[in-house]
């Protein structure tokens, strides 16, 4: 069965400090990553995603995230946060070979000024 | 850009009561799903469709029901509303033959059940 942990369920940053968020995965299949973002009221939004290829991929608004098959993680990095990175971030991981998810419980991001 | 509609943003009901939610979705998308978000859960499969009147229980299907009777639009159901209920809902929609898988979301309604 696939399960996703995220460590941390509030981080605060300073702007202009790294954003660091933290998911790890088990999965008994090759395992589909993704983040979500959720700006207050509103759905989730995709940031990036892993499907096959590069470990390193390169989101939306400078987000980017590297798969590590050893450490079955998936974290997400933003050199330098901006006001506007609060939100609330969702990791995910495909759920066997179908068509589903398994979210994890989330991390909301604060940015102080 | 693809775009998946709720009908309500925010919807008060009374227990017992039975209550629709709609989700229209308007690329074409074979898969439309329902999630409830609730703090410190993430996002919980209700029900999925791949196909129109087709549907598979998601992972808490208990107490709600979906129709799927055209292709843009998915139904979720309350049969009996009890307060255990009260959530934020969120439909999306996705391509079913496609290798990212990636899901497309609605805004979401915030149901309360009192």
């Known amino acids: 069965a696939q399960s996703v942990t995220q460590l941390g369920s509030h981080v605060s940053v300073s702007e202009g400090a790294l954003v660091l968020l933290r998911c790890n995965y088990s999965?008994?299949?090759?395992?589909?990553l993704f983040w979500y973002v959720q700006y207050p009221n509103q759905g989730l939004q995709l940031l990036l995603k892993y499907t096959t290829g590069a470990t390193l991929v390169k989101g939306i608004n400078g987000f980017e995230a590297e798969f590590k098959k050893s450490e079955t993680s998936f974290h997400l990095t933003k050199p330098s946060a901006h006001m506007s990175d609060a939100a609330e971030y969702f990791c995910?991981?495909?759920?066997?070979?179908?068509?589903?998810?398994?979210f994890g419980p989330g991390t909301r991001l604060s940015v102080l000024p | 850009d693809v775009k998946v509609t709720q009908s309500s943003r925010y919807l008060v009901k009374r227990t017992g009561e039975k209550v629709f939610l709609e989700c229209v979705q308007d690329?074409?998308?074979?898969?439309m799903f329902w999630y409830r978000q609730d703090p410190g859960l993430g996002l919980r499969l209700i029900y999925f469709?791949?196909?129109?009147?087709?549907?598979e229980k998601g992972d808490i299907p208990e107490g709600y029901s979906v129709s799927r009777e055209k292709k843009e639009r998915f139904s979720l159901i309350l049969e009996s509303a009890s307060t255990n209920q009260t959530s934020m809902y969120l439909c999306?929609?996705?391509?079913?033959?496609?290798?990212?898988?990636?899901?497309?979301f609605g805004p979401g309604t915030r149901l309360t059940v009192t």
């Open positions: 999306a929609s996705s391509l079913l033959f496609r290798n990212s898988y990636e899901q497309y």
């Open positions: 995910a991981v495909r759920k066997n070979y179908g068509q589903n998810f398994v």
């Open positions: 999965s008994s299949v090759p395992p589909y």
């Open positions: 469709s791949y196909d129109v009147k087709m549907k």
């Open positions: 690329m074409d998308h074979e898969n």
